[in-house]
């Protein structure tokens, strides 16, 4: 067994590892949801002092953290209740952070709609598993003269 922190979510088949699937899509979200909270704390709602300003990370960490978790639960009990590794195990699994995105927000519609998305997304990215493309491919850069950290420009190199 892979140590925790190296975990990666496809390490081991669907319905495996559920404790480590979780962990690791947690451990993601947490720090999406530390960078939005940041965000929102510096930018927008200007707290003042320390009770505010926790208050208002955990406002958007625990949810994000939470659906996430959610996400990885449904889909692994859904691969094993069912026995199939397919793609309506991850649409359950969007579903459920749906209902979480809904209940954070307070409102039946917008986790109707956040359901509708994360769904799709969650369901192209289990074809792009199944079919062998990427979803998010990594883009090539490009060596130009301008990255000088290929390039040794010290004097003391040629003698």
């Known amino acids: 067994m892979q140590s925790l922190l190296k975990y990666k979510y496809y390490d081991s088949p669907e319905g495996q590892d559920g404790f480590h699937k979780m962990f690791y899509m947690s451990r993601h979200a947490a720090f999406i949801g530390f960078g939005i909270a940041a965000t929102d704390v510096l930018m927008i709602s200007q ?30 009990i ?10 309506l195990n991850y649409v359950l ?6 209902a979480i995105y809904g209940s954070w927000k307070n409102s039946l519609s917008t986790g109707l709609h956040a359901f509708i998305i ?12 199944e079919e062998g493309w ?6 090539k850069t490009q ?17």
């Open 93 to 98: 699994g969007a579903a459920s952070s749906a």
């Open 47 to 76: 707290t003042q002092g320390y009770v505010p300003t926790a208050a208002r990370i955990a406002y958007f960490v625990a949810p994000i953290t939470a659906m996430a978790a959610a996400f990885a639960a449904t889909t692994c």
């Open 78 to 87: 859904a691969t094993s209740v069912r026995g199939k590794d397919d793609r």
């Open 143 to 159: 060596k130009n003269i301008f990255n000088s950290n290929q390039y040794d420009y010290s004097g003391l190199k040629g003698q």
């Open 118 to 129: 994360f769904g799709v997304a969650a369901f192209m990215k289990k074809k792009s598993i």
């Open 134 to 139: 990427v979803f998010f491919p990594k883009f």
